[in-house]
């Protein structure tokens, strides 16, 4: 079946330094979601792309969406430890489902 | 304010038994879906539903079932607990009737341990 592969499945970094984490789909989306969990929490939506090569800002959060439409990443600047937490991708397939098909996440650690 | 709500919030059965996990949502969202969450698979979707008398099978619904009465609520059900269906769950809802850009809000989470 369809799937939404993320990587990496873990990163550590220190306070202040940088961190991606990138989202592929064996298929076009028709858009793209991200999704933040913290620890011991449930997810919270972020951001949603749309278009071919969409690029978006968050404060220091950066999301992408290539230009085929399979593959996403979100960057973040300077990383700070309320960053901490598990960044989830969840692709549509088309705009006649309200499906979403979630990334198996990226859990962040960062040492202050 | 509107939300959505998850009970119980922990959950311990034995093997065998049949488990309903509640879900309302007093957003008036059309849109509700069931999901499991276990280390190394993020969130995988077991059953959904776009309106009253809706529902439909995810990925992972084998074991689980749904009904949608009315809006606010979709109760998941484990017919039969097994030890492999000790997960996290998490109920989530969207508006809009099919498909949509929408958002999905989660709940706050179902922790269920089947021994």
């Known amino acids: 079946g369809q799937q939404v592969m993320q990587i990496p499945q873990y990163q550590h970094v220190q306070e202040g330094e940088d961190f991606t984490t990138y989202c592929n789909s064996s298929?076009?989306?028709?858009?793209i979601q991200w999704y933040k969990q913290r620890p011991g929490g449930h997810p919270v939506f972020l951001i949603q792309?749309?278009?071919?090569?969409e690029v978006k800002k968050q404060k220091r959060l950066t999301f992408q969406f290539g230009e085929a439409k399979k593959n996403s990443s979100l960057h973040i600047t300077a990383t700070q430890t309320t960053d901490v937490g598990t960044y989830f991708c969840?692709?549509?397939?088309?705009?006649?489902?309200?499906?979403?098909?979630f990334g198996q996440g990226t859990t962040l650690q960062v040492k202050p | 304010d509107a939300e959505i709500t998850q009970s119980p919030r922990h959950k311990i059965t034995e093997t065998g038994r049949q488990v309903t996990l509640a879900c309302h949502q007093t957003?008036?969202?059309?849109?509700m879906f069931w999901y499991r969450q276990d280390l190394g698979h993020g969130l995988r979707l077991i059953h959904y539903?776009?309106?009253?008398?809706?529902?439909n099978k995810g990925e992972v619904s084998d074991g689980y079932s749904v009904s949608r009465s009315n809006t606010e609520d979709l109760p998941l059900t484990l017919e039969s607990a097994a030890s492999s269906q000790t997960s996290v769950y998490f109920c989530?809802?969207?508006?809009?009737?099919?498909?949509?850009?929408?958002?999905?809000?989660f709940g706050p989470g179902t922790r269920l341990t089947v021994l």
């Open positions: 989530a809802s969207s508006p809009g009737g099919l498909g949509g850009y929408n958002e999905q809000f």
């Open positions: 298929t076009t989306l028709s858009n």
């Open positions: 792309l749309v278009k071919s090569g």
């Open positions: 969840a692709g549509r397939l088309s705009s006649n489902t309200g499906k979403l098909i």
């Open positions: 957003w008036n969202h059309n849109n």
């Open positions: 539903s776009y309106g009253v008398q809706d529902t």
